[in-house]
């Protein structure tokens, strides 16, 4: 019963002089799960988005790092088991599917 308690991403582009940082973070509470997005683009103001999501809504929950540990396992194993899917969140912070 592993679950997520709390997730850190940030992903950053040297664009010249137009650097471009996003980061996400993630963070379990008592009613579910908060994901908070930002945005900064070169000098202009940072951009911030914030979603909440029920416990029921992510049942069953594959956030990013661990889909990357799924996907090793899965390599080692080399197979997929048919009709693989799990809820996800997307680059934008929305409820997804993930198939494998």
């Given at each position: 019963q592993l679950e997520?308690?709390?997730q850190?991403?940030?992903e950053r582009l040297e664009l010249r002089a137009h650097p471009i940082e996003r980061r996400t973070h993630m963070v379990s509470h008592?009613?579910?799960m908060t994901v908070t997005k930002t945005l900064?683009?070169?000098e202009a103001e940072q951009q911030c988005w914030s979603f909440s999501y029920s416990r029921a809504e992510l049942r069953g929950l594959l956030p990013e790092g661990a889909?990357?540990?799924l996907l090793r396992?899965?390599?080692c194993q080399r197979a997929v088991p048919p009709g693989l899917n799990f809820p996800a969140?997307?680059?934008?912070?929305h409820l997804c599917n993930s198939s494998y």
């Amino acid at each position: 019963q592993l679950e997520t308690l709390e997730q850190e991403e940030q992903e950053r582009l040297e664009l010249r002089a137009h650097p471009i940082e996003r980061r996400t973070h993630m963070v379990s509470h008592q009613h579910g799960m908060t994901v908070t997005k930002t945005l900064q683009e070169g000098e202009a103001e940072q951009q911030c988005w914030s979603f909440s999501y029920s416990r029921a809504e992510l049942r069953g929950l594959l956030p990013e790092g661990a889909s990357l540990l799924l996907l090793r396992v899965l390599g080692c194993q080399r197979a997929v088991p048919p009709g693989l899917n799990f809820p996800a969140i997307d680059t934008e912070g929305h409820l997804c599917n993930s198939s494998y």
